[in-house]
């Protein structure tokens, strides 16, 4: 036991001095000394509530010209990062301001994570790194990607989904559900069908959590939906749902809803639900504004994080095809 105790120990030894003597000699041989700097502040370009794009100021204080590329790290996916501007060739003893940017949204910098820019000197083969920093980000917005504007691919499900948001739904047998980008890119067309038989909802629900502080946030602001087309509010003897679309909030074991609907301005309370129902057009193009406010009010924010949902909903006893068509989602 003590040799094979002896003989690893020197074989890692020896495997220390080889990465030692390596990376020596190629710090020794290597004409590169690029210093790294992230530009603050950092703006969230899109309201998405992640960096998608990044200033950098990089110093070459090497003797040769350098060609910097860029690589972001924060998860163990290092992804690279496409100049946007700044110089492709850097000579020695130049400075030069990049604006970087990701092709992926998928592989943007969440608020709040560790991160450093990775850049390697294409010419000499050599990395370097900004220092390891929080991100801190300034215009995020207390719903992140509010318009739906950017779609991530889940490619082992095949599915899209607004970056920021998940999107979860409920069929039975013989119904289905869908989601997905207007043909403007931003947006979301829901559509559903319902077949009228079993005991269960068809539904969709496009949602993100909000934190308190966000909640708060919202309850000052002014946020207003507008769609080319919603599903019209059905309601059963008491004013409960068995048709509606619209946006939901979720939170404190309550439920607040606003629905859309042709014909009436009504306030039905439920046991632990109180839905808002709104006069707009269903059938063409219309915005009305959220009665945030109440419905914040109605669920409380002493809970936690709260669900915020844009939603569509059959019941069996209200058969059919239905389809809403988020436009936007305008945060005043």
Not at 11 to 28: C, H, P, R
Not at 82 to 100: E, F, N
Not at 262 to 270: F, G, K, V
């Amino acid at each position: 036991m003590l040799a094979r105790i002896r003989t690893s120990f020197l074989i890692m030894t020896a495997l220390a001095l080889v990465l030692f003597g390596s990376f020596s000699w190629y710090s020794l041989t290597s004409t590169s000394a690029l210093v790294v700097t992230v530009d603050a502040p950092l703006f969230d370009l899109y309201g998405v509530g992640a960096a998608t794009q990044l200033n950098v100021t990089i110093r070459n204080a090497g003797g040769a010209p350098a060609e910097p590329t860029f690589w972001v790290m924060w998860s163990p996916f290092v992804r690279n990062w496409g100049i946007v501007t700044g110089d492709r060739a850097l000579p020695a003893g130049a400075t030069s301001h990049y604006t970087i940017r990701t092709a992926d949204v998928r592989v943007s910098v969440p608020e709040g994570v560790m991160y450093t820019v990775k850049v390697l000197d294409q010419a000499s083969g050599t990395y370097f790194r900004s220092d390891l920093q929080r991100l801190i980000l300034i215009g995020t917005p207390p719903l992140r990607n509010p318009d739906l504007r950017l779609w991530s691919r889940d490619l082992q499900a095949a599915s899209r989904e607004p970056f920021g948001w998940d999107i979860q739904w409920g069929v039975a047998p013989g119904d289905s559900a869908s989601a997905t980008p207007t043909a403007s890119g931003s947006g979301a067309a829901i559509e559903l069908h319902e077949d009228g038989t079993g005991s269960s909802q068809t539904w969709l629900h496009i949602q993100q959590p909000v934190t308190q502080a966000d909640l708060l946030r919202l309850r000052d602001a002014t946020v207003t939906l507008c769609w080319s087309r919603a599903v019209d509010y059905v309601q059963d003897s008491v004013g409960g749902p068995i048709a509606v679309s619209g946006i939901e909030l979720i939170g404190g074991g309550r439920r607040a809803w606003m629905a859309v609907s042709s014909t009436e301005n009504l306030t039905y309370d439920l046991p632990g639900h109180r839905i808002f129902v709104v006069r707009a057009n269903v059938n063409g193009t219309d915005c009305h504004s959220v009665p945030l406010r109440e419905m914040i009010d109605f669920v409380g924010t002493e809970a936690g994080d709260t669900l915020f949902i844009l939603f569509a909903a059959a019941w069996p006893d209200s058969p059919g095809t239905y389809a809403f068509t988020i436009s936007s989602l305008a945060l005043g």
